[in-house]
């Protein structure tokens, strides 16, 4: 057959085309703008439909798509009144009109292809008023000889859809979705796939009376509560929906026709038009099903999940640390026995309720503030045990290494892991040997705001992952207690200690290959590193300010999401999602949940107790064999993160 198919530009005809282009049929495609020709497409003005000379010759059938969405309900009446003529004068068989849901009339119950349809547009809503104006004026003026098909599809599903929540539902500034309406009534879904198949059917069975109506919905359409919980799982749209009891509604509808008619807008259209989306509606779409002899049902999650650029992520989401018990008898060597061992990784032990054996080894003997004996390595070798802490500082972490003559027993290495590329070379080396892990100790990772955020990630499709930006500022390095610290340009601090953590956490989501872009740094009076930027560029970007001196310590990370944006800040500890746009309630979560972290610190440092649960979660998974939890961390996964970091030491710090 020979068809036209008007609208091709449309959200919904995209597909259509083609589709009949491979069942052999010969297609012609308009659509409005300046009169022109090219190949098989036509432009032209909707005005002039009918006399259109590009469109010579006979069509066996005309699929319309065309709505004048911009201009009023008279112009889309004349605009039918073309499409009419162009019927007649081309001696079209059959029309095939894309009509609306919208077009049946606002009652409760079962909408079955032949319900009532609305006979007063202005009854309706802006959309549904020109669809049902338009469906009249092509009733009652299309030719005899031509057969009218009015195709009512569903709320349609595909890709390129522009909002999967307009008229349903509004962002609200706390995350939420505010569901217009009854929440409970049934959210009509269809997908372009099935409309485009329907009409493919339709085309090649013409109906056997003059006018049929088809509508295009799953009969296990969900309610809108339903879908707009999909929305927020699915598209990230927010973290929940929430709702006005339907007397409210009501109320909004009594009291919204009050005032309309207060200035003369009509007490009853605005009361109707409120009332309408009160309504609950069911749909049984059975007669259209027979009529096509196809199911109507869709995965209407899988379409919605489609239906957006960019839902796909461009990154893994590391595991959720599990809570397994640490098995009796575990035993532990610390390698180094500093300040991090006796402030960092023994209270995490104990937090953990940990009474294996510890040793402790370092360059001389001594005993511990806390009454550990610790050997010196030069005279008491590190034995046999289930996890090796190397805890010496950081240049020495390749040589401690070196001295475990055992292969059994995981290894955690503190950060960082090492200064130089053949330092790493040699621990990766080394890891190979081994049969149980070697990880780095990264606990950042662990903290309750990056585990929040990842538990955030996981239950609200974030889509992919654009950018992430960290701002970092620190007090002077010169007012460091760790002696090899305070030798900044020696020892690297601002980039190796002070930054890696939060570096890590920037490059959290791929452990594929980063390159250096665009690093600058400034020196202070004292000679030291005062500032270094630059940007790691990857699966994704991410451009980072590091800075140390005079400023508080503070340190924020902006992750720009396709759906929100995510932020995590330390000292305190927070986590803030943003899914809703700029606005006070965002900055005001912010302000609170700072406050609300400043004040749990200050409770912790009254107590003497620190709250930092990162430690202990490392080493519950490293001591009870998780290591699903411990494998982004190993040498390996980590080794491409290290290569970029070293590419900013040497352009910042020269060769080490």
């Not at 002039?48 to 010759?57: I, Q, V």
């Not at 299309?142 to 999967?164: A, D, H, I, Q, Y």
């Not at 990264?442 to 609200?460: D, E, K, P, T």
């Not at 912790?604 to 939890?629: M, N, P, Q, V, W």
């Amino acid at each position: 057959m020979r068809v036209l198919v008007l609208g091709t530009t449309s959200f919904v005809s995209a597909g259509l085309p083609e589709l009949l282009a491979r069942s052999g049929h010969r297609v012609v495609r308009f659509q409005r703008g300046p009169e022109g020709l090219a190949g098989n497409s036509v432009t032209g003005s909707v005005e002039r439909l009918a006399e259109t000379p590009l469109l010579d010759g006979a069509f066996d059938a005309v699929v319309n798509y065309i709505v004048l969405k911009d201009s009023g309900i008279a112009a889309n009446v004349e605009f039918a009144r073309n499409l009419c003529r162009l019927c007649r004068t081309r001696g079209v068989g059959h029309l095939i009109h894309l009509s609306s849901l919208s077009t049946y009339r606002a009652c409760s119950g079962c909408i079955r292809e032949d319900s009532p349809v609305e006979t007063k547009p202005e009854r309706k809503g802006p959309y549904g008023a020109l669809k049902t104006a338009v469906d009249h004026a092509l009733l009652r003026e299309l030719p005899r000889g031509t057969k009218l098909t009015l195709l009512r599809p569903g709320f349609v599903l595909g890709p390129g859809l522009t909002s999967p929540i307009v008229g349903t539902a509004v962002r609200l500034p706390w995350n939420r979705l505010l569901a217009l309406g009854d929440p409970w009534g049934t959210m009509p879904l269809t997908s372009r796939d099935l409309v485009n198949r329907a009409l493919a059917r339709i085309l090649e069975n013409p109906p056997a009376e003059a006018r049929e109506v088809v509508m295009l919905v799953d009969p296990r359409s969900p309610s809108r509560f339903e879908f707009l919980e999909a929305v927020c799982r699915q598209l990230g749209a927010g973290t929940g929906v929430v709702h006005f009891p339907l007397a409210a509604w009501w109320a909004a509808a009594v009291g919204g026709a009050v005032a309309s008619n207060l200035v003369g807008q009509g007490k009853l259209q605005v009361f109707r038009k409120i009332s309408a989306r009160l309504r609950r509606q069911r749909y049984d779409p059975s007669s259209s099903a027979a009529r096509l002899g196809m199911q109507l049902g869709i995965d209407w999650k899988g379409e919605l999940a489609r239906s957006l650029p960019g839902q796909q992520q461009n990154f893994a989401i590391p595991p959720e640390p599990t809570e397994k018990p640490i098995p009796a008898g575990r035993s532990i060597n610390f390698i180094g026995f500093g300040r991090v061992v006796m402030t960092k990784h023994l209270p995490a032990l104990r937090r953990l309720g940990f009474h294996g054996r510890i040793k402790g080894f370092d360059t001389r003997s001594f005993v511990s503030p806390g009454g550990h004996v610790i050997c010196a390595l030069s005279d008491t070798p590190p034995g046999e045990a289930d996890l090796h802490v190397v805890a010496t500082p950081p240049r020495f972490h390749a040589q401690a290494v070196g001295g475990l003559g055992t292969r059994s027993g995981a290894v955690l290495i503190e950060k960082p892991a090492c200064y130089t590329p053949a330092e790493l070379r040699e621990l990766v080396s080394f890891a190979a040997s081994r049969r149980d892990p070697v990880v780095v100790c990264h606990n950042y990772r662990f903290r309750s705001n990056v585990l929040a955020l990842l538990a955030a990630l996981r239950a609200y499709n974030p889509g992919r992952l654009l950018h992430v930006f960290v701002d970092f500022s620190s007090p002077p390095t010169a007012a460091d207690s760790a002696a090899w610290a305070r030798r900044e340009r020696e020892s690297r601090t601002l980039l190796m200690d002070y930054s890696v953590h939060l570096l890590d956490l920037a490059c959290l989501f791929s452990d594929g290959a980063w390159g250096a872009e665009g690093v600058r740094y400034g020196v202070d009076q004292r000679g030291d590193t005062h500032w270094i930027r630059g940007a790691f560029e990857g699966a994704y970007r991410v451009d980072f300010l590091l800075r140390q001196g005079f400023a508080p310590r503070r340190a924020r990370i902006s992750y720009t999401f396709q759906n929100y944006t995510a932020w995590l800040s330390f000292f305190p500890d927070t986590l803030g999602l943003n899914m809703a746009g700029d606005n006070p309630w965002y900055y005001w979560q912010q302000a609170t949940a700072v406050l609300r972290a400043t004040i749990g610190k200050a409770r912790e440092k009254i107590a003497g107790r620190d709250a930092d649960l990162s430690h202990s979660r490392l080493f519950a998974a490293l001591l009870g064999g998780d290591h699903a939890t411990a494998s982004p961390l190993t040498l390996a996964a980590l080794a491409n993160f290290y290569s970029a970091i070293f590419q900013v030491a040497e352009l910042v710090y020269g060769e080490p």
